[in-house]
């Protein structure tokens, strides 16, 4: 008996489409994320929101706020991260905050981050003014989600919440 590929073709397709269709993606669930500024003087500040892994490596930048890519160098540490993995920020970028302002933004986290020793960090940094590697840095936990986070440098305070 003589097996053709006319005659496998469609046991073919429908073995791709088995173990292809199937396959199981990532969920994320969306947080929104509310920044209270401090009342500083000066330029809208550049925030980076990124998941530092268990071991505080970054893992992946969730948002930027600042769209002007000619002051990302300024942000020193996720800038050398940034550089290496050359991701695709452009979905997740927005404008900058000035002193005072507040800005709510969705932020999408996996759920097998929470709980298992993943961080968030905000780093800032202002033209002409200073930058902090750890505005607010906290280990991602069911608890910490639920409440407000003080800052250490531009941010006054985050609140992060399920979308819903």
């Given at each position: 008996?003589?097996?053709?590929?006319?005659?496998?073709?469609?046991?073919?397709?429908?073995?791709?489409?088995?173990?292809?269709?199937?396959?199981?993606?990532?969920e994320?669930?969306?947080y929104?994320?509310?920044?209270?500024?401090?009342?500083?003087?000066?330029?809208?500040?550049?925030?980076?929101i990124?998941?530092?892994?268990?071991?505080?490596?970054?893992?992946?930048?969730?948002?930027?706020l600042g769209?002007?890519?000619?002051w990302?160098?300024?942000?020193?540490?996720?800038?050398?991260?940034?550089?290496?993995?050359?991701?695709?920020?452009d979905?997740?970028?927005g404008?900058?905050?000035?002193?005072?302002?507040?800005?709510?933004?969705?932020?999408?986290?996996?759920?097998?981050k929470?709980?298992?020793?993943?961080?968030?960090?905000?780093?800032?940094?202002?033209?002409?003014?200073?930058?902090?590697?750890?505005?607010?840095?906290?280990?991602?936990?069911?608890?910490?989600?639920?409440?407000?986070?003080?800052g250490?440098?531009?941010?006054r305070?985050?609140?992060?919440?399920?979308?819903?």
């Amino acid at each position: 008996m003589k097996i053709t590929l006319k005659k496998i073709a469609p046991l073919l397709v429908l073995i791709v489409f088995i173990l292809f269709g199937f396959s199981t993606k990532t969920e994320s669930t969306q947080y929104k994320c509310m920044i209270q500024m401090t009342n500083y003087s000066g330029e809208g500040a550049c925030i980076i929101i990124s998941l530092l892994n268990p071991n505080g490596k970054y893992e992946k930048t969730l948002r930027v706020l600042g769209d002007d890519e000619k002051w990302y160098h300024d942000i020193h540490e996720w800038w050398n991260f940034h550089e290496q993995k050359q991701a695709n920020i452009d979905a997740i970028t927005g404008a900058t905050i000035a002193g005072g302002e507040r800005s709510i933004n969705v932020i999408e986290i996996e759920p097998s981050k929470i709980d298992t020793g993943y961080k968030l960090r905000f780093e800032t940094a202002v033209e002409d003014q200073e930058y902090y590697k750890n505005d607010i840095e906290f280990e991602l936990t069911s608890q910490m989600l639920q409440r407000k986070v003080e800052g250490h440098g531009f941010i006054r305070y985050i609140r992060i919440m399920p979308k819903k």
